[in-house]
């Protein structure tokens, strides 16, 4: 929804991002967020608690990369992409101070 994209939006120009960042970012997170069910501040988050948590560049093909190992994940085990991002959101700063990889986490998580 256009809500939904605004709130998007707003918080990642709140982080500093520049327009084509908050543009694509906003992409994915919305994509996140209906996968999810969640609302689009609440994927907001979750997205950038994994990518700030893994210290991953804040880009689209992050996004993406988030995205794809949440659903894949999500499609595989009993855990739904709003439970991973949720747990990820609580271990991902620890888990990548102990040199996990994002994508290891994830499947741990699930």
Sequence with gaps: SVKGLYEAE??????????????ALSTE???MAK?????????????TNAL????????????QKVNDVYS???AITAADTSQIATA???T???????????ET??????
């Design 10 to 23: 707003t918080l990642f120009y709140q982080q500093g991002l520049k327009t084509n960042e908050v543009v």
């Design 29 to 31: 997170t919305l994509k």
């Design 35 to 47: 996968i999810a069910g969640l609302e689009a501040s609440e994927a907001t988050d979750r997205m």
């Design 52 to 63: 700030r948590g893994f210290n991953m560049e804040v880009n689209e093909l992050n996004a």
């Design 72 to 74: 894949e994940l999500a």
């Design 88 to 90: 990820m959101s609580k």
């Design 92 to 102: 991902a700063s620890i888990a990548s101070a102990a040199n996990m990889e994002f």
């Design 105 to 110: 986490t994830a499947a741990l998580l699930a």
